[in-house]
């Protein structure tokens, strides 16, 4: 979704009462990050907005991006957040073969997940289209990628081909390297 340059716009104060309802659909969204967002957003902080291209909100605490809305899709965290509390998302696998391709901004296929190297959850673990995931990349420690599924990952297994995941943010991509200085 980052794929071209992107120039810091207007930031804007959010209200308290949008901030508590932001706090609220991350935790509705992201359950395991609740014991840690006071940390990630303190109560009596000011939480701030700007806008970008292509319609999308990106919500800034101390010049540090956290979060990030395409207008009224999920709110989505910044690779920065996922980083640092990696053990409260969803997480999926790629092969080797896949990195350079997703990282240069390429779509992520299905079969990037369904090779030898790609990891997909469990049927008892299955995760819906529409939920947010975070990609690990074979043998790497971070997480590369994070976006919103297409497919669920039962269809993903039997099909093996098309784009499953959409609205992704990459290591290195336009938000990855915006100065908010």
């Excluded at 014991?35 to 000011?46: A, E, L, N």
């Excluded at 640092?84 to 080797?96: E, L, M």
Aim: proline residues 6%; charged residues 25%.
């Amino acid at each position: 979704m980052f794929k071209k340059d992107v120039s810091p716009g207007a930031k804007s104060k959010v209200k308290s009462s949008v901030q508590r309802t932001i706090r609220t659909k991350i935790v509705e969204t992201y359950p395991l990050l609740a014991p840690y967002i006071d940390d990630i957003i303190p109560k009596k902080s000011q939480l701030d907005t700007m806008k970008i291209p292509d319609r999308v909100s990106l919500y800034i605490l101390d010049n540090k991006p956290l979060f990030w809305q395409h207008m009224d899709d999920p709110i989505i965290p910044h690779l920065k957040v996922v980083h640092a509390y990696p053990q409260c998302f969803n997480k999926v696998g790629i092969d080797r073969g896949a990195i350079r391709f997703v990282l240069s901004g390429a779509a992520l296929m299905a079969p990037g997940l369904t090779s030898a190297g790609g990891r997909l959850p469990e049927a008892e673990a299955q995760l819906k289209a529409g939920e947010i995931v975070a990609v690990e990349a074979e043998g790497k420690e971070e997480v590369c990628l994070i976006g919103q599924l297409t497919q669920d990952t039962e269809t993903i297994k039997q099909s093996k081909k098309g784009a499953v995941l959409e609205l992704a943010h990459s290591l290195g991509d336009s938000l990855w390297t915006l100065s908010l200085d």
